[in-house]
């Protein structure tokens, strides 16, 4: 794919058109390589957030041999390591787990950055300056405010499921509310739940529905 066609799909959702390409999905191990590769200290920093998020989605995601393949160069090999070393030790200081898979479980026992991470001095890593506070307020700012949203977002859903089920707990028996389920759901039900069905809880549905009887109820509870 060309740069500029590229650069074309980037911009046309932001007019309300998406692409949908198929296998576009990136492989973790060429992304992770990819940042090694860019010797861009920006870059870098978020190495540890990347990881972070791709071993949240998937634990077997991050395979080293095949990281490693995919970098040419022996420093790049080198800092790929040191980079997962940071990493166990940026997870390890903020309760972030993800190095169960064994391949990558023996950079967390590596606590030669235990310190590093901990204070301000400037590592040089293969040419590189590495900065701990730089990393910590990265991953900080990246991965954490995402976990954060994420669990926000997830707290918002139960706790509107948990009204929904209040709800309709104060109207509908729980045999109703089985039926109810089992209607939206496209689930079979016997002739017998489908006479009941119609008889009784179509009829507290339809009520429901009606846009009148919406008006009342919230005229009367101002």
């Known amino acids: 794919m060309t740069d500029n066609r590229q650069k074309l799909l980037r911009q046309l959702p932001r007019f309300g058109y998406t692409l949908f390409e198929p296998d576009t999905r990136p492989d973790p191990n060429e ?6 590769k860019s010797h861009d200290a920006r870059i870098l920093e978020g190495f540890p957030v990347v990881l972070a998020n791709i071993l949240a989605q998937d634990k077997k995601a991050v395979d080293v ?27 390890r200081l903020y309760n972030v787990p993800g190095f169960d898979d064994p391949s990558l479980n023996r950079f967390a026992t590596r606590n030669v950055y235990d310190e590093f991470i901990r204070q301000n001095s400037v590592l040089e890593i293969f040419g590189l300056s590495v900065h701990p506070e730089r990393l910590r307020n ?3 700012n990246y991965y954490q405010r995402d976990l954060i949203e994420s669990r926000n977002k997830e707290r918002a ?24 389920m089992k209607k939206l759901h496209g689930e079979k039900m016997t002739k017998t ?15 429901l529905a009606d846009p009148d009887l919406h008006r009342m109820a919230q005229k009367a509870l101002k």
Do not use: C, G, N, W
């Not at 992304?31 to 090694?36: D, R, S, T």
């Not at 041999?65 to 997870?91: G, H, N, P, W, Y």
């Not at 008889?199 to 339809?206: A, C, D, E, G």
């Open 157 to 180: 859903f139960l706790h509107e499921q948990f009204q929904t089920e209040y709800y309709l707990s104060q109207l509908l028996s729980p045999k109703q509310k089985e039926l109810l």
């Open 193 to 207: 739940e489908k006479e009941y069905f119609s008889r009784t809880v179509r009829k507290k549905l339809v009520a």
């Open 138 to 140: 990265t991953f900080r």
């Open 65 to 91: 041999t095949k990281l490693e393949k995919r970098l040419r160069l022996l420093d790049d090999r080198r800092l790929v390591r040191e980079l997962l070393a940071i990493s166990a030790q940026l997870f």
């Open 31 to 36: 992304v992770l390589a990819e940042m090694v």
